[in-house]
Nanobody
């Protein structure tokens, strides 16, 4: 089990930005496919974005495309989620999750299927008020 640690959540106004971080103690193959998920109050967990750390290839949910950017710094064993133009509907607990993938195709397949992920962080709350 790899312990992932999220940070960067907070309370902001509509249109503002936040950057979430997901840090791992060390880089390993077992965490080279990373997704951000979010769970709004009373709703199911949903995939937001994914990145394949080996190549930097990314994927986004339609609801955040053009506003959120996922990136990684392999030297710091950290994946980021830059969230711009935040909306009240972005309010949720945000989690990062990781699993191993041999290729981007393997990472992309199931990128938003929470049960497929082996390693999770504790979550960080994002609240956007109008």
């Amino acid at each position: 089990q790899v312990h992932l640690v999220e940070s960067g959540g907070g309370s902001v106004q509509t249109g503002e930005s936040l950057r979430l971080s997901c840090a791992a103690p060390t880089y390993s193959y077992s965490i080279n496919c990373v997704s951000w998920f979010r769970q709004p109050p009373g709703k199911e967990r949903e995939g937001v974005a994914a990145i394949y750390s080996s190549t930097g290839t990314t994927y986004y949910a339609d609801s955040v495309k053009g506003r959120f950017t996922i990136s990684r710094d392999n030297g710091k064993n950290t994946v980021y989620l830059q969230m711009n133009s935040l909306k009240p509907e972005d309010t949720a607990m945000y989690y990062c999750a990781a699993r191993p993938a041999a290729t981007w195709g393997a990472c992309e397949t199931g990128w938003a299927r929470a049960p497929d992920f082996d390693h999770w962080g504790q979550g960080t709350q994002v609240t956007v008020s109008s």
